[in-house]
Every structure is written in C-alpha cells, then in structure tokens.
C-alpha cells in the first residue's frame, strides 16, 4: 500500500499568513494527489486535483504543486473561513490512501 | 445540484450487521465511480471502497476485506455498504462520495454528510 505522510500535523498562522502544508508518498504517484479541506462538524470538501488543479470554486489563495513523491498545499493569504483540517489523499493506486491530516489553528 | 444522503446508521453490538444507503441525485449515477469513506471520532480520514460505474471493478481497505460488501443500483440510483462482524473499531461516520475520473483525475468531488455507526455493546 502507498503510504501517505503529511507535515506538519498542525500549524499555528495569523489571517493574511503564508501557509504552506506537505504531503510524501511511499512511492511515486506521479501527479495522483488529491488536497482536501474539512471543517469541524462537516463533510471533507475537495480543493485541489491532479496536484496542483484547483477544483471548481476554490479561492484561488489555494495552490498546489508537486509530483512524484513531494507535494505542497499552500494557502497564499490565510482567511478566517481556512482555519480547518486539511488531507491529501493519494488516487494512483487501490487502496485509496489518505494522509494524517494537518490542522490550521488560530495564533 | 449534485446531493448524496447517506441513512442506515445506528448503534449496534460488536459482531452484529448493519446496511448503510446512500441516495444519490442531481447527476448521472450510472457514469460515476462511487466510494465509502470513513472517520472515526477524533480521526482522520479512512478510504473504506470504491466501486466502479457498472460495477465491474470493487476495491476495498485492507482492513474490511471479507465484512463489508459494497453494491450499487444504478436503476435506483442508490449506493449501498453491507457491514458485518462489525467491531469497536468500527465506529465512524461513513460518506458516500463520488469520484470523478472524468474532470478530476478520480478524485473524490462531492461527499455526503455522513451517517453515524456506533458499535457498543
């Protein structure tokens, strides 16, 4: 199976910050990766495919690149609404793998 | 207006069965892949099946390899997970997501809001 680490696993960041958040697969994926923004108590939303296509609808403050191993998420200017759960997920290989989750917390 | 209502959850034993449903509207059913993923209190995110468009291709996690069939009714336009032998570990909140290999390099674009399995005894 494909193992999926993310980094950090929480971030503190003020509004109007830089933020950025990475993914790393056992294996190469080429450009398979999936990013994910889940907000308490609702259902996981998708921001980004293809690693750095940005999913109908997604502020274009959300950006991503990588391909291969080494992926980043970055939120370009952080607003109150992006203080959430962030995934990626791997959709090169059955089964489906998912990182740890990275938490975007108010300084 | 693509919607995914997911019913069928509950509090169940440990060893017990439960079915979960997922009403799909506002696209084409029959062309999409669809997915059951999972999270447990507190947790992550846990990928549980996928199952493609006709049913031809199913994939499952390791993990509910043997207790969990997924099936799909593309005439109802319904997607269903049978869990058996369930377990403590079980216990989550189980989407039903659809993937799309058409626009979003199978990716999962739209997800339910998630039914509740408890599993105590």
């Known amino acids: 199976d494909i193992q999926m680490t993310q980094s950090p696993s929480s971030v503190s960041a003020s509004v109007g910050d830089r933020v950025s958040i990475t993914c790393r697969a056992s294996?190469?994926?080429?450009?398979?990766l999936a990013w994910y923004q889940q907000r308490p108590g609702k259902a996981p939303k998708l921001l980004i495919y293809?690693?750095?296509n940005l999913h109908s609808g997604v502020p274009s403050r959300f950006s991503g690149s990588g391909s291969g191993t080494d992926f980043t998420l970055t939120i370009s200017s952080l607003q109150p609404e992006d203080f959430a759960t962030y995934y990626c997920?791997?959709?090169?290989?059955?089964?489906?793998?998912f990182g740890q989750g990275t938490k975007v917390e108010i300084k | 207006e693509v919607q995914l209502v997911e019913s069928g959850g509950g509090l169940v034993k440990p060893g017990e069965s439960l079915r979960l449903s997922c009403a799909a509207s506002?696209?084409?059913?029959?062309?999409?892949?669809m997915n059951w993923v999972r999270q447990a209190p507190g947790k992550g995110l846990e990928w549980v099946s996928s199952?493609?468009?006709?049913?031809?291709?199913?994939y499952y996690a390791d993990s509910m390899k043997g207790r969990f069939t997924v099936s799909r009714d593309n005439a109802e336009n319904s997607l269903f997970l049978q869990m058996n032998s369930l377990r403590a570990e079980d216990t989550a909140v189980y989407y039903c997501?659809?993937?799309?290999?058409?626009?979003?390099?199978?990716?999962?674009?739209?997800w339910g809001q998630g039914t509740l399995v408890t599993v105590s005894s």
């Open positions: 997501v659809r993937a799309d290999g058409y626009n979003s390099f199978d990716s999962l674009d739209f």
């Open positions: 506002g696209f084409t059913f029959s062309r999409y892949a």
């Open positions: 199952i493609s468009s006709s049913s031809n291709y199913i």
């Open positions: 294996q190469g994926i080429d450009n398979w």
């Open positions: 293809a690693a750095s």
């Open positions: 997920q791997q959709v090169n290989r059955f089964p489906r793998t």
